[in-house]
Structure formats: structure tokens, C-alpha cells
């Protein structure tokens, strides 16, 4: 399947398109499991962890090497699933997790280092528990918050692993709570959102790892089970579930330079979403509805050089996958479909050549003028045929605006008289061909 991004930019007063290339390609895990996790690092992704068709989790690890393209297979030790995983510098770690056919939790990190090739366990986390949210940033990596299902408790533990001078230290979150997110950037990790037995949170800790301090946020909404992926000097924490147990679309991104918020939408709210980014593109792949019935195949795409969207599927539907970027390559691993059944399926996006073209010719998607005052053309060159329809979504991720288009309309007229003054997403979704987006301003 090939996917090609048209982005148009503004510059040295020309329109100009950057086109990127992408296929998909599909590989195998050696055994079909959920609620595992992946990272990578020196050209080497690693899958740990997870759970079969049984409740007793496969030791197992699976591991693709980009520069040869070839994949193999290992044990991982202590077996369990509901870890987290962080690559930080040349080291994999892979902390904490929960074996259900025993009723154990694990306070093991098993630490990979890719230059070696070589493997340790430690029994290094301060409490044995499972759903933490792991990142990194600079030397250090830390995993924080999580769960003992078992028992009922909800930990606000911080473990902070330096891979300078390979020592551990203890930290705490200001609120206890697990399935969170985590994401790192520049010399801060940021760790938001969670629930526990009574509050689903919007809580944000941040820790900057120069100064060892910590300080707090809060997201737009609260809501678990959401992810956390980082791109450039910039923090996406997407999806999730809200206190009313409603799925959500919404996106906060953070940014480590000012120290700002500002807001984003997924095209389709879901949570237990796998994301990774390669170069400036962010991947948000699969999930789930709030009852974890219906898996997606939904793969929403950012061009962060640009700040527009692409919306592209999954071969397989699946939620608590894992997904880690490497070279030129976003790979999703595993994970569950709608019947709760795990997958081995392996997914990989190669983005394969960029380039610019100085012309609007091939433009699918443009509207004019943009900001728009009163109205505005949008043209839909992408239209051929088959029907579609228009959606704007406000930067709340509310739906303003929803109409038709007629089966071969190339031109529709946006009307935004009655609307506030802001920053909208609209977005084409025609019947025979893939959805395109673009953000535009009302004034």
C-alpha cells in the first residue's frame, strides 16, 4: 500500500508541496500477545513482554534489526505483561509488569544494551507494580505511577535510572495513579494524566532531569489511557478515556522551550493508542473504544514541519499494541482486536523519499483565503467521484460544522460567519479515497 502526504506550505512567498513517500510493509512476532512494549536504539527494536492466548504471559522477546532487515527471537525473564519500556542513549529498559496466572506483580527491569549485546535483570523498581509510564531524557530514564491489580494500589513512585553512572534513585509523582503517559524532550519528562480507585486525573509532573526537581501542569481534560510521544522540542499526549468513561480525541502538546500548552484533535477519539515519531512525522495507531470492544485501525499522522494531517489504516484492528520508531521505519507490534484476541501481526511504515515541488498542480486539498473572513473556497481536486463530506472541528475537538458533497464536487463554499475567531481543523472524508485535512483560521 502506498500513502502519499501532500502538505502545502507558505514560503519565500511561493506555495510549495512536500511530498512524502511511505509504504507499508508486514512482519510476524514469534508469538501472538498483547500488552507488551517496545523500544529502540543503534538501529535495533525490541518487543518484550506481553500476553498470549492464555493468561500466562510467553517469556519472550522479539527483536528487528533495521541495517539487516532481519528479525529474531529470544527469552525475556521474568515473564509478564503490562510493562513499560524507554530507550535511553544506547540502553533498552523494560520495568515492572504483571503475571494474572500467578497473581504477581514485578519490580524487575530488564535492561538491554544494544552496543553489547548483552542482557541484565535487577530487581531495581521501588514498588513491584504494573502500568507504569516510562521516558527519558538526556541520561536518565524514569518509570513512575502504576498499579498492583491484585491489591487494589496505586503508587505515585518515581525510579529514576542514570546511564552515566548506572545507579538508581527514588522519586514520587504528586498524585498516585497508573495507566498515565509519558513522553521526554529536551531536558524534561513529562508524566500526565492516570487514574486511580476514585479520580481519573489531569495531573502533570515534570521532572527536569538537570536540576533533579519536579514540578506540575494540567491537561485540558482528564483522562487515562491515553499515550505520550515526543517530536522535536514538542510533547503530544493524545486520546484516552474521560472521568465519564466517554473516549476522547483530544491532543494537549506541550512545548519544552516556552513551556506551553496548546491544543490538537485526533480524527477518531479512542484510547490504548500505540504512537512513536520518525523525523517530523507522528504516528497515533489503533486503539479502542472506552469498553475496549471495538480495536481501530486508524493511523493519524502529523507533519510536525508543517502541522498537517494524514490519515492512513492498519492492515489488523488492535489496542495495546506497542510501537517504536527506528531509521526511516514506525513499527506497531501485537496486540488485541476487537475480540480480545492477540495478534503477532507486525506493521511497519517506511517513509521512503522526500522532496519539494515548487507548484500547487497536484494540490488535493486547498483552501482559500486562509485566515478566512465570512467564507472561503475549498477546493476538493481529490473528489472524482463517489460522495464525501466536510467536517471542521474547533481547537476544543468539538464538531462545528458537518455537510455533504455531492458525488464528482471539485469546489465547496465554507461558510464562517457565525463562527468564533480560532484555529479549525477541517477535513474531507470522501467515500473513495483517503481523508485530508488541513488547519485553517477563522478571523
Not at 506483580?105 to 541484565?120: G, L
Request: charged share 10%; hydrophobic share 40%; with cysteine.
Amino acid at each position: 500500500m502506498n500513502l502519499r502526504l501532500r502538505i502545502t506550505c507558505l514560503s519565500s512567498l511561493l506555495f510549495c508541496s512536500l511530498i512524502a513517500t511511505a509504504q507499508w510493509s508486514t512482519a510476524t512476532l514469534s508469538i501472538g500477545r498483547t500488552q507488551l512494549a517496545g523500544a529502540s536504539a543503534n538501529g535495533i527494536a525490541v518487543f518484550a513482554g506481553g500476553i498470549g492466548f492464555i493468561s500466562q504471559p510467553p517469556g519472550v522477546f522479539d527483536q528487528y534489526n533495521v541495517n539487516t532487515n532481519a528479525w529474531t527471537s529470544g527469552n525475556f525473564s521474568p515473564a509478564r505483561c503490562k510493562l513499560s519500556a524507554v530507550s535511553c542513549g544506547s540502553y533498552l529498559l523494560f520495568a515492572g509488569g504483571a503475571n494474572d496466572w500467578i497473581l504477581s506483580d514485578y519490580d524487575n527491569v530488564n535492561i538491554y544494551n544494544t552496543t553489547q549485546n548483552t542482557w541484565s535483570v535487577a530487581n531495581a523498581l521501588s514498588a513491584a507494580r504494573s502500568y507504569t509510564a516510562g521516558a527519558s531524557a538526556g541520561s536518565k530514564a524514569v518509570f513512575a505511577g502504576g498499579e498492583s491489580g491484585m491489591f487494589g494500589l496505586y503508587f505515585n513512585n518515581a525510579d529514576v535510572y542514570d546511564t552515566l553512572t548506572q545507579t538508581w534513585s527514588q522519586s514520587a509523582l504528586s498524585a498516585a495513579r497508573s495507566r498515565l503517559a509519558a513522553a521526554g524532550s529536551g531536558t524534561k519528562i513529562l508524566f500526565a494524566g492516570g487514574k486511580n480507585a476514585g479520580s481519573t486525573f489531569n495531573t502533570v509532573d515534570i521532572y527536569d532531569v538537570i536540576g533533579n526537581s519536579w514540578s506540575t501542569d494540567s491537561l485540558s481534560i482528564a483522562r487515562s489511557g491515553l499515550c505520550g510521544v515526543a517530536s522535536g522540542n514538542k510533547i503530544y499526549f493524545a486520546g484516552g478515556v474521560t472521568a465519564l468513561n466517554q473516549p476522547s480525541n483530544r491532543i494537549d502538546v506541550y512545548d519544552v522551550t516556552t513551556g506551553t500548552w496548546s491544543i490538537d484533535s485526533l480524527s477518531q477519539a479512542r484510547q490504548r493508542i500505540a504512537a512513536a515519531s520518525v523525523d517530523n512525522l507522528v504516528f497515533f495507531a489503533g486503539g479502542c473504544n472506552a469498553g475496549g470492544t471495538t480495536a481501530y485501525t486508524t493511523v493519524d499522522i502529523l507533519n510536525t514541519a508543517t502541522g498537517t494531517w494524514s490519515v492512513a489504516n492498519l492492515s489488523n484492528a488492535r489496542q495495546e499494541a506497542a510501537a517504536t520508531a527506528i531509521g526511516n521505519r514506525f513499527i506497531i507490534a501485537g496486540g488485541a482486536g476487537s475480540s480480545g484476541a492477540p495478534t503477532p501481526s507486525v506493521e511497519i511504515y517506511t517513509v521512503t523519499s522526500t522532496g519539494l515541488i515548487q507548484t500547487q498542480e497536484n494540490e488535493r486539498l486547498t483552501v482559500y483565503p486562509n485566515p478566512v473572513i465570512g467564507s472561503a473556497t475549498v477546493e476538493l481536486l481529490h473528489n472524482t467521484s463517489g460522495t464525501g463530506r466536510i467536517e471542521l472541528i474547533d481547537c476544543t475537538g468539538r464538531l462545528v460544522l458537518q455537510d455533504r458533497v455531492s458525488s464528482g464536487q471539485t469546489n465547496y463554499t465554507l461558510k464562517t460567519e457565525t463562527l468564533p475567531k480560532g484555529l479549525y481543523t477541517l477535513g474531507f472524508y470522501p467515500s473513495d479515497g483517503e481523508v485530508l485535512k488541513r488547519r485553517i483560521v477563522v478571523e
